[in-house]
């Protein structure tokens, strides 16, 4: 029992103290020497799923981009049942997150209805992308990895959406960049996995990975929160646990 207590009391004091780093990063940002292709100003679109994947997946990399003054643009491809509600929000939520209303784009198309064993044309999705990066002039895109995090079907759509728009028009002057999953202990190991993330990232090639740890975690809770209609408990237990709130490991496709 009482190795169990000091396992217990070590996790604790390594949680209170990685928590402790990101506050400390909020007032003093810290700059990754590895994020160089972020160093210019991108026209940077960020492709998701459904409303509230930005908060509850992205926040560190908006934050850190947001900071920077790239410009973000944010394409969500599904809406719920809750049509109007879930628009109102995540416009809400990509405002507390610094993106302004107008730089957000959600796609209502009857093919691409939100929900697990719901099938997404890969085709539709890359035309979808495609047409947003013409009209912003985008150079930059971040989507999920194929996993998706959750492994939710549809994230795992919109990352083989973006494939397939690479295979098609063969973009050779866009950089792009999927949210890397890991492994379920890593996953709810809350701030705790700046520390493994920075280890990985050490371990990679310059130039393919890059990490952001969250300067403004306040500002993530704010984001989820104006996600009404979806903030119960258990997205309030996840927002708390989950490494996603306080970093983002990013891997380059390679195209």
């Known amino acids: 029992m009482a190795w169990l207590v000091m396992i217990a009391s070590l996790i604790l004091v390594t949680w209170i103290v990685s928590l402790f780093t990101i506050l400390i990063l909020s007032f003093f940002p810290f700059t990754n020497h590895r994020a160089a292709p972020l160093r210019k100003r991108n026209n940077v679109l960020l492709v998701i799923a459904h409303p509230d994947d930005e908060s ?3 926040t560190p990399t908006i934050n850190f981009l947001t900071s920077r003054r790239h410009n973000v643009q ?26 302004p209303m107008q730089q957000v784009k959600i796609v209502n198309h009857p ?13 539709l999705l890359a035309n979808i992308i495609e047409e947003q990066i013409t009209s912003h002039c ?12 959750s492994g939710h079907c549809n994230h795992r759509d919109v990352h083989y959406g973006v494939r397939q728009l690479l295979y098609d028009t063969l973009q050779k002057d866009i950089d792009v960049w999927e949210l890397v999953s ?8 809350g701030p705790i996995d700046i520390w493994l993330t920075m280890i990985w990232a050490m371990l990679h090639s310059s130039g393919t990975i890059q990490y952001f ?17 979806q903030w119960v408990w ?22």
């Open 138 to 149: 985008i150079n930059m895109i971040i989507t999920f990895d194929n996993y998706g995090v």
């Open 74 to 99: 944010v394409l969500c491809l599904s809406i719920d049942g809750k049509g109007n509600i879930r628009k109102k929000e995540l416009f809400q939520a990509c405002v507390a997150l610094k993106v």
């Open 182 to 189: 890991t492994n379920i202990l890593r996953k709810y190991s």
């Open 234 to 255: 258990f997205r309030k237990l996840f927002v708390t646990l989950s490494s996603y709130t306080y970093v983002n490991t990013l891997r380059k496709i390679q195209h």
């Open 213 to 229: 740890v969250n300067e403004h975690p306040r500002r993530s809770y704010r984001a989820m929160a104006q996600h009404a209609s």
């Open 56 to 58: 509850m997946f992205f």
């Open 111 to 123: 093919d691409l209805q939100d929900g697990f064993g719901k099938v997404w044309n890969h085709s």
